[in-house]
């Protein structure tokens, strides 16, 4: 079986790009890597968060390089940012600083701690530390 090193990009679907960049860099600290009237790509470790505006993905997109499929998401959808144990209380307070409601916490079977947000469209986002799953 050929193997999978992980998880390289996820992505989320938004109404307004400038009001998830607001959110994602000022109140998250992603790194922008790329811009584009239809989507924004932000550094998350060594993992890749997409933003696209929803509905300008949906047709396959003709590049230089190939083509890309089509693709778009409705609703709220999830995912979770992982952190270091010692930045949970840390995170707890930015995000109240923010205006950012913890809707949820979790303190998992094998040790580890969520919290549980949502962002300006209503995708809800979990800050995890280790201890939530075997591999992590």
Do not use: C, Q
């Amino acid at each position: 079986m050929p193997k999978i090193d992980g998880v390289l990009e996820t992505s989320l679907y938004v109404d307004d790009l400038e009001r998830a960049r607001a959110f994602y860099e000022g109140i998250l600290g992603l790194t922008l890597l790329y811009a584009d009237p239809r989507m924004r790509a932000y550094a998350a470790g060594r993992d890749v968060l997409l933003l696209f505006k929803r509905g300008a993905s949906a047709e396959t997109i003709e590049m230089r390089g190939g083509t890309i499929p089509g693709h778009d998401g409705l609703g709220p959808l999830h995912m979770a940012f992982a952190i270091a144990a010692g930045e949970l209380a840390r995170w707890e307070k930015h995000l109240a600083d923010h205006g950012v409601a913890i809707e949820g916490r979790v303190e998992w079977p094998r040790g580890g701690r969520s919290l549980y947000f949502r962002d300006r469209d209503g995708h809800l986002l979990e800050l995890a530390t280790p201890g939530l799953w075997a591999n992590y």
